[in-house]
């Protein structure tokens, strides 16, 4: 006897669902619809990577290793509509699941204007991240727990006479 499994696309599949696939652009979108929304990737505001590895802004507003949660944060405390997806960056070389994520951030109403006049483009946006995430609290108890860790650790050696090896 063979059994049937619940798979997750099928009726009585065990996931929720999430909101609806994407469909084809198209020029008839309107603004509002998903499709529309400007792409963020990490990788655009991080200090570690290069221009050719996608950083878009220069390193000093950049950050180093932004999250998408921590992109996602940022841009709804701005209450802007946002959208974070499980997707990978093309130039992104790692292929762990940390290194995922996209998020979709809404510009403009359907009549073409800003939603917000201080954040009308891409750049303003991952300006205004750059400046944001290293305040975020999360950011700022991190510096803290590393120069603990390593006072603790120097505190521990033992003083002898040669270097060990």
Known sequence: MATMH?????PGGSRMQGPPPLTPWSPDKKHSDRERWVCIYPAYINRKKSRQEGRRIPKQCCVD???PQEIRDVLQALNMNVLVELKQY???RSRELQC???IRVQLRNDDGAP???EYATRDSILLHLGKTIPLLKSRQAKPQEQ???AASSSAGQKK???KRR
């Open 6 to 10: 619940a798979h997750p696309g099928h």
């Open 65 to 67: 290793d932004p999250s």
């Open 90 to 92: 093309p130039r992104e």
């Open 100 to 102: 995922r994520g996209r």
């Open 115 to 117: 939603l917000n006049s």
């Open 147 to 149: 120069s603990q860790a």
């Open 160 to 162: 002898g006479k040669g």
